[in-house]
T-cell receptor
Framework: DGGITQSPKYLFRKEGQNVTLSCEQNLNHDAMYWYRQDPGQGLRLIYYSQIVNDFQKGDIAEGYSVSREKKESFPLTVTSAQKNPTAFYLC????????????FGPGTRLTVT | GQSLEQPSEVTAVEGAIVQINCTYQTSGFYGLSWYQQHDGGAPTFLSYNALDGLEETGRFSSFLSRSDSYGYLLLQELQMKDSASYFCALAGAAGNKLTFGGGTRVLVKP
């Protein structure tokens, strides 16, 4: 079955630690995205990538980093510089072009204490 | 930049019709998408309007008016499983990305 996987579903970290969230897709999509969702809020774009070895900052990129070394994978690192990292993180992918239809992974709920 | 406004919550009974409005500000865009998200789950794509007018997909319909910077999602014959959050999103002209509204929580009561 084609889809997007994110792991782990729940992640707990201490303040000051960097943490990497995994995102893998087998939909053969060129574009991949990372969003952050806070309780009762909409999705805010962190980073996106339209092609391997290229990515762009979204609206809230500070304190985050990404890489896109393979078409299937787009890991997100939440660094210690992110002031308020506790949130629900969603990865998505789409075909290249106006990305009106994106396919989302199940999300990772990160708690930093 | 781009911004979208939606009501925060709507409550209705089973079998009823609900309209979720979305007003937006943008300098240019390809179209308006709608997504559904159940609590704790992933958003799933519902509908897309590239042109003005109504798009119908089963019990759900979506409408866009570019001249009014306005769209809506119409949920008909409401079912309990329709209790979820619904997001409108602009497919941006600048870059291959979506800008989401804050979401409307729909609560369906028996």
């Amino acid at each position: 079955d084609g889809g997007i996987t994110q792991s782990p579903k729940y992640l707990f970290r201490k303040e000051g630690q960097n943490v990497t969230l995994s995102c893998e897709q087998n939909l053969n999509h060129d574009a991949m995205y990372w969003y952050r969702q806070d309780p009762g809020q909409g999705l805010r774009l962190i980073y996106y990538s339209q092609i391997v070895n290229d990515f762009q900052k979204g609206d809230i990129a500070e304190g985050y980093s990404v890489s896109r070394e393979k078409k299937e994978s787009f890991p997100l690192t939440v660094t210690s510089a992110q002031k308020n990292p506790t949130a629900f993180y969603l990865c998505a992918s789409s075909d290249r072009g106006p990305s009106y239809e994106q396919y989302f992974g199940p999300g990772t709920r990160l708690t930093v204490t | 930049g781009q911004s979208l406004e939606q009501p925060s919550e709507v409550t209705a009974v089973e079998g009823a019709i609900v309209q979720i409005n979305c007003t937006y500000q943008t300098s240019g865009f390809y179209g308006l998408s709608w997504y559904q998200q159940h609590d704790g789950g992933a958003p799933t794509f519902l509908s897309y309007n590239a042109l003005d007018g109504l798009e119908e997909t089963g019990r759900f319909s979506s409408f866009l008016s570019r001249s009014d910077s306005y769209g809506y999602l119409l949920l008909q014959e409401l079912q309990m499983k329709d209790s979820a959050s619904y997001f409108c999103a602009l497919a941006g002209a600048a870059g291959n990305k979506l800008t989401f509204g804050g979401g409307t929580r729909v609560l369906v009561k028996p």
